[in-house]
Every structure is written in C-alpha cells, then in structure tokens.
C-alpha cells in the first residue's frame, strides 16, 4: 500500500486517523484551560517525556502506564479518536501533540495551560523518522534514506518542516508557561535512565543546562524541575520508582508505552517506537555529501538563535 497524505493549508499529516475538519476545529475552536500539553516534532523524544509526566502524576505508581496505553493516558489532540476525547473531557487535561504553534487556538496564549516542549538533534530525527515512517501505513514509503532526506529537508513529510516548527515554539520561550527541554542534554547525562534534561527557559532567565556531576543527582535535579514546573512534590520512593519505570529499557517492555499493541493496519514489518534511544546515531546513516548537504540548509535556516541554545553545535 502507497500511501499518501492528509493535507491542511499546505501542510502534510499522518493519512490514517487525521482529516483537516478536526484540524481546523483545533485552529478556530478548541479552547485550551487549566491543560498540560506535551509538544514535539515527531521522533524527538516525547514519549519518553509522557511516560515521565504520567508517572509524575501518579507518583511513581504504575499501575496506570501498564494498564493504559499511553495515547489513552495522554490522548494525541490531533488525532480523530484523541480530539474526541479531549474536546468532550472536563477539568485539567494531560494531551499530547506535533502540531507546529500556528495551528493551535488563541486560547493558549491567555490560558493557564502548562506547554512542555522536547527537541532534538534534526538529524538524529532525520534519521528516526527514516525507520518509523517507512514500517507505517501513515504516509507513503520513501524507499530509501536518501529519497527521505530530501522530502524531510523540503517539509514533505508528515507536520511539515522542522526548521519551522522549532522556530514557531521556540518563540515562547521566555514565557513562564513553557518549558523547553532538550533530548541531546538527557542523554548525555543519563547513560540509564531516560530523563529530559535541560535548558528550561523561563522570564528570569536562568539557565540550567546539563553537564558533569553525579548522573544520579543531575537526574533527580532534572524531574524536580519538571515536578516545579507541574507543581508537583515527590517523596524519595516515589522518585525512585519514577527514575526505574522511566529507563529505555522499562518502556521497551511495556505494551502500553511501545505501541506493540497498535493496529496491523497502521503498523507494519515489525515497527518499533523505541528503536535506539540514542543520540549521534545520524553518524552510522548520512555520507558525506548528506552531512554537508544537512549542514548546509541548518545553518541558512537556523540562523538568527542565540548561541549554545542547541548542544549539537
């Protein structure tokens, strides 16, 4: 099966379980509250993010990660089956999205609702996205790396183009609602267990990057800050039961977070979500001439951000 896209002003989605009514609705109607909303462009980390908030949220227990699957526990807003959910949903809402920031309500910008946003190395995306996209049913098959290289540089994958994406959410960063956490930082703290660590950005400035230290310190130092930014408080067992059920290997096994038990008709040839967890992989995939090529579009497109925003630089 070829498949193709669902396409909304310009923009390409996933073809199953999307259609541009829903997006639009989310654009012109969907109003945001007292919500937390995971963010990312696809293949940045943000599952392993939302399996760190939902433990959070239940304080290390797990009954709800390993009985729920994950899109359940933090329904996907743009998805059909997630928007339903959502909009029909009272209280505070946990939601999870791609969308890039101008397809989002006004509403975000004037409500309470928390933003957490993961990114990562655009390569190593590059890269993930390669393996992930091909085994779907969720858009055509690029056939090689190469072909996909060239659609992901142009925009012509599913949520458009990344430079624009990162750009449009890192505008927010100064805003006390949002916090900006960096994949490539966590894993260079954390050989073990999977934590967002970062650059969190907030009016005041500070600035707490990773680097050094204890692994174990810095990662507990690193849920704190999302616990904080929550409002959240942890016991010691409690963090320590988050810091085990969020390791790479934890969520390997766990159906409920590995999408293991997604559809046969979305999924094929043996897809996994969790494929390496690991950062530079981009290395062992792009020749030279695509290094160059990568580079050469990274630098006229991010041009303009402030230096030692992205640790990849």
């Given amino acids: 099966m070829s498949s193709d896209y669902v396409w909304f002003e310009g923009m390409p989605f996933p073809c199953m379980g999307f259609n541009k009514e829903i997006i639009g609705k989310i654009r012109h109607s969907f109003v945001m509250r007292?919500?937390?909303?995971v963010l990312s462009y696809p293949k940045s980390g943000m599952t392993w993010l939302v399996e760190i908030v939902c433990l959070i949220q239940k304080k290390g227990d797990t009954k709800w990660i390993q009985?729920?699957?994950?899109?359940?526990?933090?329904?996907?807003?743009?998805?059909?089956s997630g928007y339903f959910e959502l909009v029909n949903k009272e209280g505070p809402r946990l939601m999870t999205s791609h969308l890039p920031i101008h397809l989002f309500h006004k509403s975000l910008f004037s409500s309470k609702t928390k933003?957490?946003?993961?990114?990562?190395?655009?390569?190593?995306?590059?890269?993930?996205?390669y393996f992930f996209w091909s085994k779907t049913n969720l858009m055509k098959n690029p056939g090689s790396l190469e072909t996909y290289f060239?659609?992901?540089?142009?925009?012509?994958?599913?949520?458009?183009?990344?430079?624009e994406h990162i750009r449009g959410w890192l505008s927010?960063?100064?805003?006390?609602?949002?916090?900006?956490?960096c994949y490539d930082d966590f894993k260079k703290l954390l050989p073990i267990h999977p934590l967002f660590v970062v650059h969190v950005y907030h009016d005041d400035g500070d600035d707490d990057g990773g680097g050094g230290g204890d692994h174990d310190d810095d990662t507990r130092g690193t849920i704190e800050k999302i616990c904080e930014f929550l409002g959240k408080k942890l016991e010691p067992d409690e963090m320590n039961l988050i810091l085990k059920y969020s390791s790479f290997q934890a969520m390997k096994e766990n159906k409920m977070s590995n999408f293991s038990i997604v559809r046969k008709d979305i999924a094929t040839n043996d897809l996994q979500l969790l494929r390496e967890g690991a950062t530079g992989d981009w290395k062992n995939h792009f020749t030279v001439a695509l290094a160059e090529a990568f580079d050469k579009v990274y630098q006229e497109k991010m041009a303009g951000f402030p230096i030692g925003l992205f640790p990849w630089e």
């Fill in 34 to 37: 007292e919500d937390t909303v």
């Fill in 67 to 80: 009985s729920v699957p994950i899109w359940d526990r933090s329904p996907w807003l743009e998805n059909e």
């Fill in 150 to 163: 060239e659609w992901f540089l142009k925009g012509n994958v599913p949520y458009g183009s990344w430079f």
């Fill in 115 to 129: 933003i957490i946003y993961i990114f990562r190395n655009p390569r190593d995306i590059l890269v993930s996205g």
């Fill in 172 to 181: 927010m960063r100064e805003e006390k609602n949002f916090l900006l956490l």
